[in-house]
C-alpha cells in the first residue's frame, strides 16, 4: 500500500505586548506594560533560539531580551535565578518527546 506524503506549511507566533523591563532589586525584573491593545506577534521559534542564547550570567542581555520580547510570562517579577532554570527546562523539553516531558522536566514548570 502506498503512502502520500502531505506537507502542511506551519506557522507559529508568538503573542506578546509591549512592556518596559527594569532590574528593581539585584538580579530582579519587574515589567510595565502600556496596554495589552497594542499586541505583537514574533516567530516563536526565533524567541526560543533567543531565549536559550541569553547569558543569565549578565543582567544586561537578560534586560535586552525582556524588552525585545515584551510580557515573556505573566509574574509580577522575575529573578535571573527562574530565567536561568526555565533555560534548562525548556532544553530538556526540547531532547524529550512530550510524552516523555513528565519523567524530566518538573512540575512546576509543566502546570504554569
Known amino acids: 500500500m502506498a503512502h502520500k506524503i502531505l506537507s502542511v506549511p506551519v506557522s507559529i507566533e508568538f503573542k506578546t505586548f509591549p512592556c518596559r523591563w527594569q532590574v528593581n532589586k539585584p538580579e530582579a525584573f519587574t515589567y510595565k506594560c502600556a496596554s495589552q491593545e497594542n499586541a505583537v506577534y514574533l516567530d516563536a521559534y526565533e524567541v526560543r533560539e533567543e531565549f536559550l542564547r541569553v547569558s ?5 542581555e537578560v534586560l535586552a531580551f525582556l524588552n ?18 526555565w533555560q534548562a527546562e525548556v532544553r530538556l523539553m526540547m ?3 512530550p510524552t516523555k516531558w513528565k519523567a524530566h522536566v518538573s512540575e512546576v514548570f509543566l502546570n504554569r
Open 95 to 97: 531532547m524529550h518527546q
Open 56 to 60: 543569565t550570567t549578565d543582567t544586561d
Open 68 to 85: 525585545k520580547t515584551g510580557l515573556f510570562v505573566n509574574l509580577p517579577r522575575v529573578k535571573i535565578t527562574n530565567f536561568h532554570e
